[in-house]
């Protein structure tokens, strides 16, 4: 019998065989093409997704400059402080949690708490720690010799100049993302692209730092410069601030300085302002006062507090339209000459109110200004006149003056949050309605609403020559490293008044300043030109009952050449005798005369100013009396000579002080005699002359700050030192003074 | 009786030997250094991160493949006739490593291992082997009678149903169904009628409807096909080891991420070089690489079976192919539960998961078709 298989053992092998390497290997292939080529992009997508870990790689905010390089805004790197509790072992958890809690201040039971979750590899402990904490956090590390806390990079807003143009440049918010103002606005240009490390981990989360890594390098933001100035930005503020406080100004001021030519915003400042450092923090003393009476946490407090930071953070220079009042009358002179309906010999007589269709227009001067020349009509800010030019104008043609000024649409500033007045002003029905109700109304600036921005771009193409520019803030873009990607060209919108005109209303302005409503704003040396206003809050009157004001000055330097144009307004300040003329003026005044020198527009003084000016005192300690005397007479000084010595032992006032023309000097020849001192006299409210002569007969000096005290309407308004204080004689005392007889 | 006889012919043992199959010796050779490779690779993270020796794995595997290999010629050598002799022996202390397996504390809730201290080792696959030695001396025995039941059914139940209860026990169900399995295929080509296979079906669906009674059973079998269709009922527990072994898989595309380029054996495939190693390769390898190795398998399977069918005698040639069979099942049940295929079980892959004494036997097996390929030259009996 044969022992090897036999045939049909045979087959059913080569069966079992083909079974095997044909069906089953068959299928298995089959499936394995479905897992890996067909069918496999989601199981491969799910891998990857647990196998990858991306972390993100801040990258820097580009840096905003002002317009000479000054940074205002910059991003420095910071740490974030990381636990590993699965590297922490149970008698670590003490000492790292008193570190940390030493280090950064942070709750030692929290620490604890967080080392306890073992499986966990990240734990953010704090944010955005600076770099010397940071090596604090590290030496720590490094001397418990543990794995488990570690830094993590992260970048942090700066704002070297705290408060200044912070409603302007705005803040980050979380993630380092603009939040507010020019942060928000170029948010794609300052951002710069995150980079990403994506590396693989293993299934505990831990790094594979051999494999799969890739770094995509975080990319710089780019930078802007801006064409705001710091200094001036810096002198507006001050002087706006000041005013705020000094008129205890209700509802905040705006103030904006622009290149009459060009449309650049060399300042724009919002007073009260905050601090983008920590822009939930309330800048306003007053508000965070009053929030800290009520009960932390409450409905009352939240709401007061969220309200509060949401105001301070408005630029109201671009979102608060308001009622420009007389400030809007050099647009609708400048229309009246543009259109040739008045000439500069028309006359106007005002009898201290109007009539229009059975409304009463009052004028401010209630008995009236009388006859004037359209030129006096200005000056005055007369409003019975300026009804009158308007109606000349009619309507149609005053509606189309809005529209080419641009007052009823945003300016297009690169700024977030521009207030679209479009609804806030008079329709062409309304203006063109029988009547002329409206028409009187807006004639002199009331019953519609602009931004201080539409009304600053509108009074510089009156006086430019006549073109109306886009205003910008953002003069280059430059890349990281500090290559200029694009610069801004200023945008000339269109023509809306001739050159003879803007020459005409060139003038007009500087006769304001010198002889009429405007005269607070003058500076000695230099051509002023501007126009005062005061209106009324009429929504606010209907609304409440309440009656209050809002006072505003637009100036204008040089007025033969209109270089910048600088408006503020104050929101509600309290005052008895509350003009624009008495309190916006003498604020642009004293900006322009920091401002114009720093710009390098020198003052040219006149003969006149030059009579009028202030002596600089010399060194006499030291000469015999009478040379002391006749050094001084030179100078148009006179000298009081004290005591019984032969040589000038001491001076008042010193060496280097300003004193008026015919002032006197102080020379002391022995010692006692300097021990006698005078008491000094109270001028405030008293007019320039007698002022001057009270404090000359006390024997001392005034030096004479504001208008000019020879003025009719000047009055003094302070004075320093202060009445009853004892002085040596000589004593130089500062009086201010203001033309409070006018407004508009 | 065998051996004597020819012991008897006088004529030198050497004279006798013809040359071993040298195609099934090469691809034995190809696939367990591709194999050795691939476990090293699959390996080396696991074994680092819990052993702090990234060789841990591959040291003792390679220790045991080395001997391994010297067994495997040895045993080529040696006349498989000599075999016989030992199936008193063999289904002795298979019975009794069954049973004592059973005392052996509990891994995982099973008791499969048996630890010697130096050596631990699973009795199912020496089981295995035995059933392949015992069916083959039956059937070369009872060739004749193969269709009657009490020569062609009775004797390998009486092996069989022991050693099946005896798994059952553990409870080791992959190894019952592989035993199972090759018992059956060897009945089957040994000649055994397709009747009796009747009311062993029979049997099979008795058990299955007492199973269904049970509720507990199909709670259990139940929930397990559950998991099986759809891993993501529970992703990070009965789940997971499928749902990571899927990934792997489609992650390697159709040309891999290349040798040593595997994620998934970061920590997230349980044990990469046990019995999933193969998803490991399918990443690594891709689709063209793990298709050449199935066919490398194919291969050694189609070389099997040919020496099965050359063989001298039908006791070598049911060895071979038993063996033969061993083989080819656990590699195509493995990637079938890695691919999803089939329910997770527990079946490695021959020459690629880590496993010292399993490689060890497992080459030596490897000897024994080699030593029944070396006689096939002779002239038949």
């Known amino acids: 019998m044969a022992r090897d298989p036999g045939k049909k053992m045979r087959c059913r092998m080569i069966f079992v065989m083909l079974v095997m390497t044909v069906f089953c290997m068959g299928v298995l292939i089959y499936q394995l093409s479905v897992l890996q080529i067909t069918d496999g992009q989601k199981y491969q997508q799910q891998a990857a997704a647990q196998q990858m870990r991306s972390v993100t790689i801040n990258a820097d905010r580009g840096t905003i400059y002002d317009r000479n390089g000054k940074p205002l805004a910059t991003s420095a790197t910071v740490w974030n402080v990381i636990l590993v509790p699965a590297y922490i072992e149970d008698d670590e958890v003490e000492d790292i949690a008193n570190g940390l809690a030493e280090i950064l201040g942070v709750d030692k039971e929290e620490v604890v708490k967080r080392c306890a979750n073992e499986k966990r590899y990240y734990e953010l402990i704090k944010t955005k720690v600076e770099e010397e904490t940071a090596q604090a956090v590290l030496a720590l590390a490094e001397r418990l010799n543990t794995r488990g806390i570690t830094l993590e990079e992260d970048t942090k807003r700066y704002y070297p100049y705290g408060d200044l143009a912070a409603q302007v440049l705005g803040f980050t918010g979380s993630e380092n993302k603009g939040a507010y103002g020019l942060e928000a606005y170029y948010e794609e240009v300052l951002a710069g692209t995150p980079g990403r490390k994506v590396s693989a981990q293993n299934a505990m989360g831990t790094d594979l730092d051999f494999q799969y890594k890739e770094l995509y390098e975080a990319k710089k933001g780019n930078s802007l410069v801006l064409t705001i100035d710091e200094t001036v930005q810096h002198y507006l503020e001050k002087h706006l601030e000041t005013a705020v406080i000094e008129h205890n100004v209700k509802n905040g001021a705006a103030g904006i300085i622009m290149n009459a030519n060009t449309g650049e915003v060399l300042a724009m400042a919002t007073a009260p302002d905050f601090d983008p450092n920590n822009p939930l923090a309330l800048g306003d003393p007053k508000k965070q006062a009053q929030l800290e009476t009520m009960e932390k946490g409450s409905e009352e407090y939240n709401n007061f507090l969220r309200q509060a930071q949401y105001d301070q953070w408005r630029n109201k220079v671009i979102s608060d339209p308001y009622e420009p009042g007389s400030v809007f009358k050099i647009v609708t002179a400048a229309t009246a000459l543009e259109n040739g309906v008045v000439s500069m010999y028309d006359t106007f007589e005002c009898t201290g109110s109007t009539v229009v269709s059975g409304n009463r227009f009052g004028c401010w001067k209630a008995a009236g200004h009388g006859v004037q020349t359209f030129t006096q009509a200005i ?69 519609f609403k602009v931004s201080a921005l539409q009304l600053c771009s509108a009074v510089c193409a009156s006086v430019n020559g006549g073109t109306l520019y886009q205003p910008y803030v953002v003069k280059q873009v430059l890349d990281p490293e500090g290559n200029v990607l694009s610069t801004t060209r200023p945008v000339a919108k269109r023509q809306v008044v001739s050159e003879e005109t803007s020459e005409t209303v060139q003038y007009l302005t500087e006769m304001v300043v010198k002889e009429g409503s405007g005269r607070n704003a003058a500076i000695p040396g230099y051509r002023i030109g501007g126009k005062t206003g005061t209106s009324e809050k009429i929504d606010l009157l209907i609304q409440t009952g309440r009656n209050e004001n809002i006072l505003s000055f637009a100036g204008i330097a040089p007025a033969d050449d209109p270089q910048i144009v600088c408006l503020i307004m104050l929101d509600e300040p309290t005052l008895e005798n509350a003009f624009g003329s008495t309190i916006a003026a003498p604020v642009v005044g004293a900006v322009l005369s920091e401002v114009l020198p720093y710009l390098g527009i020198d003052p040219e003084y006149t003969d006149e100013e030059m009579a009028n000016m202030d002596i600089t005192v010399g060194n006499y300690v030291g000469m015999v009396p009478h040379d002391a005397q006749s050094a001084l007479t030179q100078k148009t000084l006179k000298a009081r000579i004290v005591g019984d010595g032969g040589t000038v032992v001491a001076q008042v006032p010193s060496q280097g002080e300003d004193i008026p023309r015919g002032g006197t000097v102080v020379l002391y020849t022995d010692q006692t005699s300097q021990q006698d001192l005078v008491v000094v006299p109270g001028v405030v409210g008293l007019g320039g002359a007698e002022a001057n002569r009270t404090i000359v007969n006390a024997g001392l000096n005034i030096r004479i700050k504001g208008v000019d005290s020879e003025l009719p309407g000047a009055v003094a308004v302070r004075q320093s030192p202060a009445e009853g204080e004892s002085v040596p004689p000589g004593t130089i005392i500062t009086v201010d003074f203001l033309d409070l007889t006018t407004d508009g | ?44 993270a696991y074994a680092y991160y819990y052993f702090d020796n990234s060789f841990h794995f591959i040291t003792r595997q390679l220790f045991f493949a080395v001997i391994g290999v010297a067994a495997m010629l040895v045993v080529s050598f040696a006349d498989y ?24 504390p509990e891994i995982n809730y099973v008791h499969r291992w048996i630890n010697l201290g130096f050596i631990t080792f699973q009795p199912s696959e020496i089981a295995k082997f035995t059933i392949v030695l015992t069916y083959a001396h039956l059937i070369s025995v009872n060739y004749s009678k193969m269709k009657t039941f009490k020569y062609g059914i009775l004797p390998f139940g009486v092996v069989l149903g022991p050693i099946v209860m005896l798994l059952v026990l553990e409870p080791h169900l992959s190894a019952t169904v592989l035993i199972c399995a090759i018992g059956f295929i060897m009945m089957y080509v040994g000649g055994t009628s397709l009747k009796w296979f009747v009311p062993v079906g029979i049997v099979v669906l008795a058990f299955l409807a007492y199973a269904a009674t049970n509720e507990e059973i199909i709670a259990y079998a139940s929930t397990r096909l559950a998991y099986w269709r759809d891993p993501f009922l529970d992703p990070q527990g009965a789940g997971y080891q499928t749902i990571q072994s899927l990934y792997a898989i489609s992650s390697g595309g159709l040309l891999g991420l290349g040798i040593g380029q595997s994620r998934q054996k970061y920590l997230y495939l349980p044990e990469p070089q046990n019995d999933f190693v193969f998803a490991v390769v399918c990443e690594e390898l891709g689709f063209v690489g793990a298709v050449f190795i199935i066919l490398l398998f194919a291969l050694l399977i189609w070389r099997g079976f040919a020496i099965a069918l050359k063989a001298r005698d039908r006791f070598g040639s049911m060895l071979a192919m038993g ?57 038949k009996e």
């Open chain 1, 379 to 447: 000056e005055n800010s007369c409003n019975p006149a300026f009804i009158a030019i308007g109606a000349r104008i009619g309507g149609a043609d005053f509606y189309e003056a809005f529209e080419r000024y641009g007052l009823a649409e945003p300016t297009g500033i690169d700024l977030p949050g521009e207030a679209d007045n479009a609804g806030l002003v008079q329709s062409y029905n309304n203006l063109t309605k029988e009547g002329g109700v409206e028409l009187a109304s807006t004639s002199f600036g009331q019953t």
């Open chain 2, 1 to 44: 009786m065998f051996g004597r006889k020819i012991k008897n012919d006088g004529q030198p043992i050497k004279a006798e030997r013809g040359t071993v199959d040298y195609s099934f010796l090469v691809l034995v050779l190809i696939i367990l250094t591709i194999g050795l490779v691939m476990m090293f690779s699959a390996s080396y």
């Open chain 2, 81 to 104: 006739h000599w075999l016989r002799k030992f199936i008193p022996v063999l289904l002795a202390a298979t019975f009794v490593l069954l049973v004592v397996v059973l005392f052996m």
């Open chain 2, 323 to 379: 063996l033969t069979i061993q083989v080819g099942l656990q590699v195509i049940l493995n990637i079938a539960v890695v691919t999803k295929i089939l329910p997770n079980t527990g079946i490695s892959m021959p020459f690629f998961s880590y496993g010292g004494t399993a490689l060890l036997m497992l080459l030596a097996q490897m000897g024994v078709i080699l030593s029944v390929s070396r006689q096939s030259s002779l002239p």
